[in-house]
């Protein structure tokens, strides 16, 4: 009897992690079907960084890459990462956009929704849980792990009951960086199950500092029902812990056997090893245990990205000061979970920071936002000092942020015009106008090959790479596209955009 469920996060959190999002749904295609007859809890597919990667660096439409994930997951549940008012943007948005993001999001295919705020201030989930519950979604209520003065056991408790008052469907405990131990995992999980036995509750870990599959063995022996993982090749280091590792290592505890078949994740894992090497310039190179991150705390989509920006301004070399200077901008404000978007806000102070010489000589008007109260409630009050230096004599806001915020939809629509063919691509707008803007008219103009045909021609390839060794069971798309010259040279073209 199966006791424990994976999530598998491959084609999100995974490449987020480890390939700054690049990954394209072409190179996904190939893959679901077997994906979905593993058995998986369900797989994570959508949101987080996806949304606004499909469109500014790939090209894609996120809408149709969920329609055709869901399309190819005729048994396993998706799943998404969503902000809460944030929704999968980077700041509070009016609520009518919220409404109408989750039910096109069911209305496209997402099952379960892992809602979650940054600053673990339910105010700002409660407009997202009407919604994916009046949308027919399922609502995972999440609480995002962090360690400081104030965040103890009883209080994480705490979030949880009002999670459950809320009407949380299931619930998580995310931890984004890395920094849940053992022994954490213990008391958080047993605590939680114990106070709501009734309700699921999964475990979201990442790897960076080697403490994960620690806390996912204590969890799961504690009540945990479904853990996070992806397949090995996107797996470790910022990313989650290994499929294939944990399935294995849970099968020795009857109790907690997941069911999946080994051969069966060997063989997906084979398919995106090869998928991981046409990304090779978007690599991280953070690889292995960063115990430092017991310390600065940076979450593990967030530091690749990082690095990245640091590399692009000549600046690599400061990275240790700038994750130094991370966890002092952290204390100022608060002690927020660092976690998008409160990890961008303070991430990009801390550079500011550090490249100028000179602290909160420049403020960015995020941080500014969030020492006002337009995020919501920090963790701990900001002092007088701070919020001095960094608003003068302007006065932080007590109420809900967005109660502040004026309805969005129709005047998007305005704007937009034509360009949007419907709703989602005026909701993508709303989200990102500029990325959003431009892939719009870059589809106008004809934009690019079609992704079933580029599929095909990368179910080809493998065929190709494969047949020498092994000529049965290539892991061949579902897809009856051509694959002739003019589709090559299209695939080549679309590896060549950025």
Not at 288 to 301: E, F, K, T, Y
Request: proline content about 5%.
């Amino acid at each position: 009897m199966t006791k424990v469920g994976i999530m598998e996060t491959a084609i999100r959190d995974g490449h987020q992690s480890l390939i700054a999002t690049r990954m394209r749904t072409e190179d996904m295609i190939p893959a679901l079907e077997r994906m979905d007859a593993i058995g998986y809890h369900s797989i994570e597919c959508w949101g987080g960084a996806t949304f606004d990667s499909c469109m500014r660096f790939l090209k894609e439409d996120p809408w149709q890459r969920l329609r055709e994930i869901k399309s190819r997951l005729k048994h396993t549940p998706t799943q998404m990462l969503l902000r809460g008012q944030n929704a999968v943007g980077y700041r509070h948005y009016a609520d009518d956009v919220i409404w109408e993001f989750c039910d096109r999001a069911v209305q496209n295919g997402m099952d379960i929704f892992r809602v979650f705020d940054a600053l673990n201030d339910t105010r700002n989930l409660e407009t997202a849980f009407e919604a994916v519950r009046k949308a027919g979604g399922h609502i995972q209520g999440t609480v995002c792990y962090t360690i400081s003065p104030v965040h103890t056991v009883d209080n994480f408790a705490a979030m949880f009951d009002r999670l459950v008052e809320m009407g949380a469907d299931s619930l998580c405990l995310k931890d984004m960086a890395g920094l849940l131990s053992p022994g954490m995992a213990k008391a958080i999980i047993s605590r939680v199950k114990g106070d709501h036995p009734d309700k699921l509750l999964q475990m979201h870990c990442h790897d960076t500092s080697g403490y994960s599959e620690m806390a996912y063995l204590m969890g799961t022996m504690n009540g945990a029902d479904v853990i996070d993982c992806a397949l090995s090749p996107l797996a470790g280091g910022t990313s989650q812990p290994a499929t294939e590792t944990l399935v294995a290592a849970l099968r020795e505890f009857p109790d907690l056997d997941t069911g999946l078949d080994l051969e069966k994740l060997g063989e997906l894992a084979d398919y995106f090893r090869d998928v991981r090497k046409h990304y090779w310039k978007f690599e991280s190179n953070l690889l292995g245990v960063d115990a430092g991150v017991l310390r600065h705390q940076v979450p593990g989509g967030m530091i690749s990205n990082l690095v990245g920006q640091m590399r692009e301004q000549g600046q690599e070399s400061k990275l240790p000061a700038v994750l130094d200077e991370i966890a002092s901008v952290r204390e100022d404000l608060g002690y927020p979970p660092l976690v998008t978007p409160s990890s961008q806000i303070v991430g990009t102070q801390a550079v500011l920071n550090v490249l100028t010489g000179h602290r909160y000589g420049t403020v960015t008007r995020e941080t500014k936002n969030l020492a006002k109260g337009m995020y919501g409630e920090t963790p701990v009050p900001i002092s007088a000092e701070v919020l001095e230096t960094l608003l003068g004599d302007e006065t932080p806001i007590t109420h809900r942020p967005a109660d502040e915020l004026a309805p969005e939809m129709n005047a998007a629509k305005a704007e937009i015009g034509d360009l949007a063919e419907n709703i989602d691509d005026v909701l993508s707008y709303v989200m990102f106008p500029q990325p959003a803007r431009e892939f719009l008219q870059w589809r106008r103009d004809g934009g690019g090959p079609d992704r079933e045909l580029v599929a095909a021609v990368i179910g080809a390839m493998v065929i190709g790479e494969k047949r020498a060794a092994a000529p049965a069971q290539p892991m061949a798309p579902a897809t009856n596209g051509a694959t002739n010259s003019s589709a090559w040279r299209d695939f080549g073209r679309m590896r060549q955009m950025q």
